[in-house]
Structure formats: C-alpha cells, structure tokens
C-alpha cells in the first residue's frame, strides 16, 4: 500500500511548525531524514505524535552514532519513526558534543524507547535525561567505556603470538 502522504508534505508541514529548529531535511533512497536542535527533539517528536495528519505513533528504532571527526557533533542518536495509519516512515536525527552527550528520554511518548535508550547510553554513553532506569543493559556493570564509540584500536599492535601472514596480510 502506498503512503498517504509525501516526503514534501510532510517536510513542509513539520518546517511550518518548527522552522529555523530543522536545520537539515533530505531523502536519500526515498527515506526522509530531518536533522533536528537536539534541544528540540522531544517537543518534536511529541508533536509528530500527536499531530492529525501525520499520526506518528511507532518508534521503529533507536540508536547512536559515533562521528569522532566532527568537532562538537561527535555523536548523532537516529530515531525511526513511523505512521501505521499513513504507511510513512521517517528518520530524525539530532547531535551531540563529546563534552555533553546528553538528550531528553522519550520514554514518555513511546514506552519501547526504555530499552533502546539503555543500549545506547550502554554502548556510547549518550545519558537520556529523565529515563526511568538509565543503567547498562548489555555489558558488565564493572565496565568505564563505551565499546562502539571508535576511540579504541581494533587491533592489539603488541601481541606477538599472532602472523599476519596467516590473515592474508
């Protein structure tokens, strides 16, 4: 089935209630991606859930990403979000500084965000803001870092027990 509505639409609807708050829109392989203020983030989603014609009332997904090169933009967390109604997805992002990875918890709008929260904050250390329960989920209690943020060589350069002749090197 086909959505009912159009990525131009649904931009130029949520460009209207928010403005100068969006500061990116595009659609790569048809799948809008809006870059939201990260102080911002939750009025929107909330407003996308609650708006008449857009009836955004899943959230699909909820992740982080580490972008180690981009000064003061360091981590993004991507939430996708979908309209069961409508048959129309859409992906949000928002950005972080290494300094103060911390955003607002939508907990309160979608209770599946608990967990999904956990693992971020779990993997790359993104704090959600009045979470519930904000503690790991997956890795050890005992752990102080963040395994998927790239900080960490892939490789221990001192083993010697290892021939890279082996590995096609």
């Known amino acids: 089935m086909a959505s009912k509505l159009t990525n131009e639409a649904v931009i130029e609807r949520i460009k209207g209630q928010f403005g100068s708050d969006i500061l990116s829109a595009e659609t790569p392989y048809d799948f809008l991606t809006i870059e939201v203020l ?14 008449e014609m857009l009836k955004i009332s899943f959230l699909t997904n909820l992740g982080g990403v580490h972008y180690p090169e981009q000064a003061g ?18 992906r949000l992002k928002i950005y972080v500084s290494k300094e103060n990875p911390e955003v607002d918890t939508i907990v309160d709008l979608y209770a599946g965000a608990n967990w999904m929260e956990r693992e971020t904050y779990d993997f790359f250390g993104i704090t959600f803001k009045g979470h519930p329960n904000l503690v790991r989920i997956l890795n050890e209690d005992s752990m102080d870092y963040f395994p998927m943020r790239k900080e960490y060589h892939l490789e221990d350069g001192t083993r010697e027990d290892k021939d890279d002749r082996f590995f096609g090197r």
Not at 38 to 51: F, M, N, R
Not at 76 to 88: D, G, K
């Open 38 to 51: 990260a102080s911002k983030q939750h009025e929107i989603i909330e407003w996308l859930k609650k708006d």
């Open 73 to 90: 933009r360091e981590f993004a967390v991507v939430y996708h979000l979908q309209s069961m109604v409508n048959n129309f997805r859409l």
